[in-house]
């Protein structure tokens, strides 16, 4: 009798919500606020809510539908759609 063996392949995309991925998307928001890049107003407001589905202007990467978004509110306009790895990466000084 001969053994099966399970394997796993590699699926694009797959552990992208665990910690390596969300390590990832700090690491590429990081370093676009230090090389100023990534917008940085002095006076604003934030909102956290469900994800509108849109892309993240911190890391690039799209704000998936099970995720919180937040939004950076400058004078009543939106100027900034993040993940909260993200949004703590841009707010960290």
């Known amino acids: 009798m001969t053994r099966l063996r399970r394997t796993t392949r590699a699926v694009r995309g797959a552990g992208e919500n665990g910690t ?3 390590m990832g998307r700090y690491e590429r928001t990081r370093r676009r606020v230090v090389a100023g890049t990534l917008a940085r107003p002095t006076a604003y407001r934030t909102w956290s809510w469900v994800s509108t589905g849109r892309e ?10 099970a995720e919180i978004e937040h939004d950076v509110d400058v004078d009543g306009a939106i100027v900034l759609r993040l993940h ?10």
């Open 20 to 22: 390596a991925g969300k």
């Open 56 to 65: 993240c202007d911190g890391c690039g990467d799209i704000v998936g539908a």
């Open 84 to 93: 909260p790895e993200c949004f703590r990466a841009w707010f960290d000084r």
